[in-house]
C-alpha cells in the first residue's frame, strides 16, 4: 500500500533559524496536503499542493510539490515560538480518496 | 461558521465494553472522516462517510464502525474494547471526498482500561 515517509521525526531549533520538513511517498501523489497540530490539539488544515512543481507560500512557510508529485517540503524561515507544533503531510494517490499521513515531524523552537 | 464539534470530549471505558462517539461537522459539509491518532502509529485513517454512505474504509477491525445521519452528523462505535483502542479519535469534516481540505474537531480522548 502507499506510504508516506516523514523526516526528521524531531526538530530542535533556536528561535529565528529556519526549518524545513520532508515527506517522500512510495507512489505518485493526486496532491498533498499539509496540516499543523499544537500540542494538546488538533490537526489543522495549512495548504494544499496539486501541480507538479508547485511552490506556495504563507508568509514565512514555504511549501514545494516535487515535479514527480511523490515528494514534498515545508519550509519555514525564521522561526518564530508560535511555530512550534507537528506538521503532517498527507498525501492521496490516483484514483484513491483514503489520505495517508506521514508520521509529522515535531517542531521545538528554543527562545 | 461553527466549526466541528465531537462529543463526548474524554471518556474512560474497560476491555471488552463498547463506545459511540458522536461528530457534528461544519455547517454545510457533507463528508465526514474519522481518524484515530496514537502516538506508535500516527494518524490512521477509519472511514468516510458522504450523504450517509460509507464511501472508503481503512484498514481497521470490524469493532470499528460507524454511520452517517441525514444531517450529516456521524457517530462511530467500536465494540468489545481492547487496551490498544486507547487513543485520540479524530473526526473531520469537508464539503465533499476526495481533493478536498478537512477540517478537525478536537477529538475524544478514548481511555481503555
Known amino acids: 500500500g502507499q506510504q508516506v515517509m516523514q523526516i526528521p521525526q524531531y526538530q530542535h531549533v533556536q528561535e529565528g533559524e529556519d526549518f524545513t520538513t520532508y515527506c517522500n511517498s512510495s507512489?505518485?501523489?493526486?496532491?498533498i496536503q499539509w496540516y499543523k497540530q499544537r500540542p494538546g490539539g488538533h490537526p489543522v488544515f495549512l495548504i494544499q499542493?496539486?501541480?507538479?512543481?508547485e511552490v506556495k507560500k504563507q508568509k514565512r512557510l514555504t511549501f514545494q510539490f516535487g515535479e514527480a508529485k511523490k515528494n514534498s517540503s515545508l519550509h519555514i524561515t525564521a522561526t518564530q515560538t508560535t511555530d512550534v507544533g507537528t506538521y503532517f503531510c498527507?498525501?492521496?494517490?490516483?484514483?484513491?480518496?483514503?489520505?495517508?499521513f506521514g508520521r509529522g515531524t515535531s517542531l521545538i523552537v528554543h527562545p | 461558521k461553527a466549526g466541528v464539534t465531537q462529543t463526548p470530549r474524554y471518556l474512560i471505558k474497560t476491555r471488552g465494553q463498547q463506545v459511540t462517539l458522536s461528530c457534528s461537522p461544519i455547517s454545510g459539509h457533507r463528508s465526514v472522516s474519522w481518524y484515530q491518532q496514537t502516538p506508535g502509529q500516527g494518524l490512521q485513517f477509519l472511514f468516510e462517510y458522504f450523504s450517509e454512505t460509507q464511501r472508503n474504509k481503512g484498514n481497521f477491525p470490524g469493532r470499528f464502525s460507524g454511520r452517517q445521519f441525514s444531517n450529516s452528523r456521524s457517530e462511530m462505535n467500536v465494540s468489545t474494547l481492547e487496551l490498544g483502542d486507547s487513543a485520540l479519535y479524530l473526526c473531520?469534516?469537508?464539503?465533499?471526498?476526495?481533493?478536498?481540505?478537512?477540517?478537525f474537531g478536537p477529538g475524544t480522548r478514548l481511555t481503555v482500561t
Open positions: 499542493l496539486v501541480k507538479s512543481g
Open positions: 507512489t505518485t501523489l493526486s496532491n
Open positions: 498527507a498525501g492521496r494517490s490516483g484514483g484513491s480518496y483514503i489520505p495517508t
Open positions: 473531520a469534516s469537508s464539503a465533499g471526498t476526495g481533493e478536498y481540505e478537512q477540517y
